[in-house]
């Protein structure tokens, strides 16, 4: 999967996020740039919020193709069950975008998915942790070296006390529900080295955020394969706007069978603050 596809969906349109630190059964795929087989990505996961549950169906294409954006996957079978046996399927609703009703996920169980294109069978598992909520946001104005306005935005939460504990934080200038399966600038976070202690993260918004705007803070609890897809995205983000001499493998994934991308389980604490 080339480097450039991972990122066409873009990152939040008119928000300037810059992320200060990395708070503290996958597999590595690496691909010939132009002589790539075209694989299925997935991009797909269950919430604890009341919403229509969605997964998003791609594949990908040599790094030199003028084919844009990636090619979109119609026609396949999905469903998603619950660790009691459930099934949902979900329906097509535009190409390569399938949906099921409005899901509530509940911290505790595990989630399947199931994918069936041209014959070919795909899966993955996603385990739900515990909902972790934020404790505060506080956001500080700021003014940069080259004299633009903008806000350091810090995040404060509590890691609970069992060890091995998973995060995703996101800030969005609308409402995270309308924006869940775009691409977003993240920070990661894990319990590592404060297990059972305060977590602080920050977030720069300095571009296009003005007095008066709602940043939404979304805090995901994520089982560990789902942190180690998003933690390998970040690395190919640094290997993008820094090239190193080798070029990186594509994101570690829990989807089986050759598969690319993710499916996730998320217990989402979702906060808001108006800037002053």
Known sequence: MSIDRIFDRGRVPGLFLWAFVLCSCEKVVSVDLDQAESLLVVQGAVTDQLAPMVVVLTRTRDYFSSQSPQPMVSHAMVIVSDDLGRPDTLLEKSAGTYMSGEVQGVPGRSYSLKVVVDGKEYSAVASMPPKVTI?????????????????????????????????????????????????GQFILADDHLANGGALSCRFRASKNVHPGDTLTVALSSV???????????????????????????????????????????YAIDIKSIVLQ
């Open 223 to 265: 089982d560990r394969s789902v942190y180690e897809y998003f933690r390998t995205v970040n690395d190919l983000i640094v290997s993008v706007e820094n090239p190193a001499p080798s070029f990186p493998g594509n994101p570690l994934t829990n989807v089986t069978n050759g598969g690319l991308g993710y499916f996730a389980a």
């Open 135 to 183: 404790d505060s946001i506080h956001a500080e104005p700021i003014v940069e070296f080259n004299g633009r306005n903008g806000y350091d935005i810090d995040i404060v939460f509590r890691d609970p006390p069992q060890p091995g504990n998973f995060y995703r934080l996101e800030v969005h200038t609308k409402v995270w529900l309308e924006e869940s399966f775009k691409w």
